[in-house]
């Protein structure tokens, strides 16, 4: 790559990051439903190890720390977001037990059989629900527990223009049953699994964004790259809410054996 290709890339990432950095959460979720999910985990204790893989700015690892005992590690590629995880953790006064580090869920930091936990919301598919189960698993204590939430359809056919929208931005999207089997072949117990609410997507996710766009837009006027992620993202919206009763995230919860 070219030096010159590689500032514009850069400056992409950055847009990228700072479009995300001021939201909550970046992509859907909410604290009802972290709670709901933590429901199914019953092998946690004050000395428990939990990583937050793709953690983000850290707004379900703050509702996990307000619920779970343990110490909490969250992970994320990119640094900024992990700054701002830290310095919400401070500020919240949770800094010796929820720590943000930057790295990636490629190349995990920890030792086999480590961990009581794996929690991974909306992040899983960065490097493809099978493949993160597999390679997840081994830093899992026996009997330790995953739970990740990925895009998956809700039925078997469904409309061309949404199923050629998620076979280019993510073929591995499946039918939830078959997510499930592919936990069972990666060595988990399917403990539990369900689907976020609507509003998941609605209030916490894209209705945040319309305000942060025109803002976004009106800071990066006349400027390509930034024009093209908000149309990108309003994009997304418009599918979701014309296709919504054929997908959407369903959180996975397994232990392994
Ligand atoms: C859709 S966001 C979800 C963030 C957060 N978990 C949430 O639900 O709000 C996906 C996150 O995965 C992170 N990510 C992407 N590739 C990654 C990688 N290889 N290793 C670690 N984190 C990664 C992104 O930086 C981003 O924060």
Partial sequence: MSEENKSIHEFDFQLICEYFAGMERQGPGSPEVTV?????????????????IGCGTGGQTMVLADHASGHI?????????????????????????VRGIVGSMENLPFQNDELDLIWSEGAIYNIGFERGLNEWRSFLKKGGCIAVSEASWFTE?????IDGFWQEAYPEIDIISNKVGQMEKAGYIPMATFVLP????????????????????????????????????????D??????????????IGKKF
């Fill in 36 to 52: 709901k999910a933590l429901s199914f985990i019953d092998n946690l204790t004050k000395e428990s190890k939990i990583a937050d």
């Fill in 239 to 252: 599918l979701y809410y014309k296709y919504k009763e054929f997908y959407g995230y369903v959180f996975y």
């Fill in 157 to 161: 056919k469904r409309p061309a223009e």
């Fill in 73 to 97: 590690e969250g992970i994320d590629l990119f640094a900024d977001f992990i700054d701002i995880f830290n310095a919400t953790s401070r500020k919240r006064n949770l800094q010796d037990r």
């Fill in 198 to 237: 609507e509003k998941c997507w609605t209030d916490h996710f894209y209705a945040p964004q319309v305000s942060a766009q025109e803002k976004f837009l009106k800071k990066y006027a006349g400027n390509k790259i930034a024009e093209e992620l908000v149309q990108n993202q309003r994009h997304e919206a």
